[in-house]
């Protein structure tokens, strides 16, 4: 994902659709460090 200027990568386990909570926590954290808010 390239957003903000920057290149992230984000896995989430195979064959599992789902994205654990640590990943969604961090891409979180990303969003709040770059003025967004939930």
Same mark, same amino acid.
């Given at each position: 994902m390239r957003l903000? %200027?920057?290149r992230? /990568?984000?896995h989430r386990p195979h064959p599992s #659709?789902?994205?654990d909570k640590g990943? /969604?926590?961090?891409?979180r954290r990303w969003f709040e460090m770059n %003025? /967004?808010? #939930?």
């Open positions: 903000f %200027g920057e992230r /990568v984000f #659709p789902d994205t990943a /969604v926590s961090s891409i %003025g /967004v808010k #939930p």
